[in-house]
């Protein structure tokens, strides 16, 4: 792809021009947790909208009726972590997120991308040499010579918080019976699920993707996980925008036939789904018809859960939980637009006390907080939430998200579950509960 | 598809009092906002009116009720009630609400060196309500290069005739610019920088430094030490932690310290809107930013949904009730499309408004007012809203729908200077129709 035809995306369509609605409050200014923290970034307002009247002007060239091709006035932007809380905050509309990060994407065309950021984007290449050589890679990137290296020639910072590698991926874990295509037998859409399980479960967290597939049966749906690739969200981040699109096409490819045939497609990484939702439309412009009923298909799993006992289908023989559960709502779940379903769902469960640490972003922000010159931005960007955390002095915290939770862990000292495990925990005591009830009552 | 007792449409003054009074009243809530705006673009205070001839806010209110059409025809007896329940409720915070409806309206100084008439004003502009001595010096002091704040320009403003709408000024006005510690080498600041900084308790005593000895040294150099005057500061006395800040400011500097309001974001506004957002939190209440809401009136004349985008897939969100404060013209509640019309944004209703031709007024700033101001959606005394040019005996177009705020029609608020008195009043009216209070 050429820079002009670059240009010509940042700057054009819903995204570009909504620029044009923008009234200049700084409402957005208000809320960005980057700019709370440091000069360097100087606001969505100024590298967002008002820059994106200086590339709108640049489109053509005057009386050429030729696309020019201008840099990006600013490139400040490159210091926006693309949380998204200044689209949400935005009174007027305005995509200013969407906007800063095609913005980023064009400053980074025509050159060769930083080894950082393009091994970053790689989340499915890392992981599959990262699973294979599990307790060398696990070992080095926890050691701190290592790591020191790492950070000189890479500039991936020594302190950042890198999860460890699973020595098995996910789908190898899948029994034999595992679905992973759709077959003439395979239940209708009421009782079947598609999961999309991201990088995150696959490499690094089956725990988290078995936890869904537990809580998902147990409330009569089967699981299918079909083949999948990474979801092209941390490529995004990094403005390698055509790398991500062929991703995005390959999982288009296999989930926009079970979306036609109404199955619904969950994830555990709300971002990943956010990706499925919004950015495959937003960020990489792929509008056609695949695009779209994978999109209206896709659910975060706690929305579907919700939605499901909104349905009265969800079994709620949760057990107790006697415990305080800090919650933190990644940014990527704000801009789901759907509230905090895990709120509601851990209210289900009996002495649970979840808390919402109210706090914008943690920092992390994907592949943002693991680069060296920005990983102190994002430790003050969460450093108020990590505070709030350590002083409910509980033991464990829920996020729906899994780079926040192994920002959150590596800041906190908490163990930090995904939603859904700690669902899948309440089931189980349920289950201890009515087994040593029914013994107690089978006693003579 | 998501559910509450009452859904509020719109996150300014008018929505957050309808939800939190509603939250404290037992019912469910869920607001959907666009975004945030009104509070954010506000200088924190209750301007219930203030029009040409009248002296204190409530005259103006009664002036302002007499007229028929106007909200507070119908609202204004809500506005003492729900002005005592704002002062409790951001109490909570630390925030207090200085002035009332029946204290002189005063000319208070604005960060372009004019004034405005106010009587009920945040704490940290209490400073500027008293009457000025002859003898008393306005300082107008702000940080050096702090582009939202000029002193000299506001210092020449406040010194021009008339600048005072004929009260007593000051004797004397001086401009000073002070360095504040380590703010030179810093990138172009805006005041919720500056609030920022000033939570900082080790910063902000060396700032304080800085402002005391700036003033200590201009009143010897006047000869005035025995007149302290007062000291007119840009509205940035801390965000989280500003009743500490101010408390400091009084303690600390030569003369009686004010804030004066900024140009958006108002750190004011930020700190009310933060304090009903807290209220709404501590009373169960939700609230989801960066959605549109949308909707359809029933054949049978009720609401039962609402929806909005969401990422993909819209969101649906029943209720027994549902509350509209999204604003006027200026909110984005009305929407003024291509062909000539006005448009309600939410649920289409129709709205009472000039004809298309009388948009473009001869005379944008005529002293009469534009055509537009008062456009908005007309409704019964329970403010539901029905048909243009029905009185409120009108036959409601929606049962379980009220109407709050400045999307409210017969307004004129930038000129009467009711905005927030309309938003507190008819969304406490509009909270106490949608739920047993």
Redesign the interface.
């Known amino acids: 792809m050429t820079i002009a035809e670059l240009v010509a995306e940042a700057t054009a369509g819903p995204v570009g021009l909504s620029a044009d609605e923008c009234l200049k409050?700084?409402?957005c200014?208000?809320?960005c947790p980057v700019a709370?923290v440091t000069?360097l970034f100087?606001?969505p307002k100024y590298v967002g909208p008002q820059a994106q009247r200086v590339r709108l002007g640049t489109l053509l060239a005057p009386g050429s009726g030729q696309l020019s091709v201008v840099p990006s006035p600013d490139r400040t932007v490159d210091w926006c972590s693309g949380c998204g809380v200044c689209?949400?905050?935005?009174?007027?509309?305005v995509k200013i997120a969407e906007m800063n990060n095609r913005a980023r994407a064009v400053l980074r065309a025509g050159h060769r991308p930083r080894l950082r950021d393009w091994l970053l984007g790689q989340t499915d290449l890392t992981g599959r040499l990262g699973v294979l050589s599990a307790p060398l890679a696990n070992w080095s990137l926890h050691n701190r010579p290592f790591r020191s290296l790492v950070d000189r020639v890479l500039q991936i910072d020594r302190r950042a918080p890198l999860p460890r590698f699973s020595r098995r991926t996910f789908r190898s874990r899948l029994g034999r019976h595992r679905r992973t295509a759709w077959s003439a037998d395979a239940p209708p859409p009421e009782r079947a699920v598609v999961y999309f399980h991201g990088c995150a479960a696959n490499y690094y967290e089956p725990h988290v993707g078995q936890a869904a597939i537990d809580v998902l049966e147990r409330n009569g749906l089967e699981v299918i996980v079909p083949p999948q690739v990474c979801c092209g969200l941390p490529l995004i981040s990094n403005g390698l925008y055509g790398q991500a699109r062929a991703r995005a096409r390959t999982n288009l490819g296999v989930l926009a036939g079970y979306a036609r045939a109404g199955y619904r497609i969950v994830g555990t990484s709300t971002s990943c789904s956010?990706t499925?939702?919004?950015e495959y439309r937003e960020m990489l412009d792929l509008v056609d018809d695949d695009a779209r009923v994978v999109?209206?298909a896709?659910w975060d799993i706690c929305e579907l859960l919700l939605?499901l006992h909104?349905q009265g289908r969800l079994d709620t023989s949760f057990g107790r939980l006697e415990r305080t559960l800090p919650y933190h709502p990644p940014c990527q779940l704000?801009?789901?637009?759907?509230?905090?379903p895990a709120l509601d769902l851990f209210a289900l469960v009996p002495g649970l006390t979840a808390m919402?640490m109210?706090h914008d972003c943690c920092g992390i922000a994907g592949t943002y907080g693991l680069k060296s010159e920005k990983y102190d931005i994002a430790m003050a960007v969460g450093a108020p939430l990590f505070e709030r955390i350590r002083s409910t002095g509980a033991k464990t915290a829920a996020c729906d998200s899994e780079t926040c939770r192994w920002q959150i862990a590596a800041a906190t000292d908490a163990e930090l579950l995904h939603p859904v495990e700690v669902l899948a925990e309440a089931y189980a005591a349920g289950d201890r509960e009515r087994a040593a009830g029914s013994q107690a009552g089978s006693r003579p | 598809m998501a559910w509450a007792d009452v859904a509020v449409v719109g996150a300014g003054l008018a929505g957050m009092t309808a939800a939190v009074s509603l939250a404290e009243a037992g019912a469910r809530v869920q607001v959907l906002a666009t975004g945030h705006a009104a509070t954010h673009w506000s200088a924190g205070g209750i301007d219930a009116g203030a029009v040409a001839g009248t002296a204190t806010s409530r005259e103006a209110v009664e002036r302002l009720a007499g007229q028929a059409g106007h909200p507070y025809a119908l609202v204004a007896a809500e506005l003492a009630g729900g002005l005592a329940w704002l002062r409790t409720t951001l109490a909570v915070e630390g925030l207090t609400l200085v002035g009332d409806l029946d204290d002189p309206l005063r000319p208070i100084p604005t960060s372009i060196g004019s004034t405005r008439r106010a009587a009920i004003v945040p704490e940290g502009a209490a400073g500027a309500l008293p009457v000025w001595g002859p003898d008393e010096t306005l300082f107008v002091c702000g940080p050096a290069g702090f582009k939202d704040y000029w002193p000299e320009a506001i210092a020449a403003g406040l010194g021009r005739a008339g600048a005072w709408r004929g009260e007593p000024g000051p004797g004397r006005i001086e401009a000073l610019s002070v360095e504040l510690p380590g703010l030179r080498a810093r990138r172009n600041l805006s005041g919720l920088d500056l609030a920022r900084q000033f939570d900082q308790p080790a910063w902000r005593s060396d700032a304080f430094d800085a402002i005391a000895a700036a003033v200590a040294e201009r009143q010897r150099r006047l000869g005035h030490s025995s007149s302290p005057g007062r000291i007119a500061l840009p509205a940035v006395l801390g965000l989280a932690d500003h009743p500490a800040v101010l408390a400091e400011a009084r303690a600390r500097l030569p003369a009686i310290p004010f804030e004066v309001a900024l140009v958006p974001p108002s750190v004011p506004g930020l700190r009310l809107f933060g304090a009903l957002r807290a209220a709404l939190r501590r009373q169960g209440g939700r609230l989801i930013v960066g959605e549109a809401a949308h909707g359809t009136i029933g054949a049978d004349g009720r609401l039962a949904e609402i929806r909005s985008p969401a990422a993909a897939r819209e969101l649906v969100l029943s209720a027994e009730a549902f509350i509209l404060a999204t604003g006027g013209i200026a909110g984005g509640g009305i929407w003024a499309d291509g062909p000539g019309s006005l448009v309600e944004k939410v649920l289409g209703l129709p709205v009472e408004g000039p004809a298309d031709r009388a948009w473009l007024a001869d005379d944008p700033f005529d002293p009469a007012g534009h055509p537009l101001e008062p456009a908005g959606i007309r409704t019964d005394a329970q403010l539901r809203p029905v048909a243009p040019g029905a009185g409120p005996g009108g036959s409601p177009l929606a049962d379980n729908v009220r109407i709050a705020g400045s999307l409210l029609a017969g307004q004129r608020y930038l000129r009467e200077r009711c905005g927030d008195g309309v938003a507190l009043a008819s969304g406490r009216r509009a909270a106490a129709g949608s739920w047993p209070q």
């Open positions: 409050c700084n409402v200014t208000t809320v709370r000069d100087p606001g689209t949400t905050a935005c009174p007027a509309d956010h499925l939702k919004a999109a209206e896709t939605d909104e704000r801009s789901h637009g759907i509230g905090l919402d109210d």
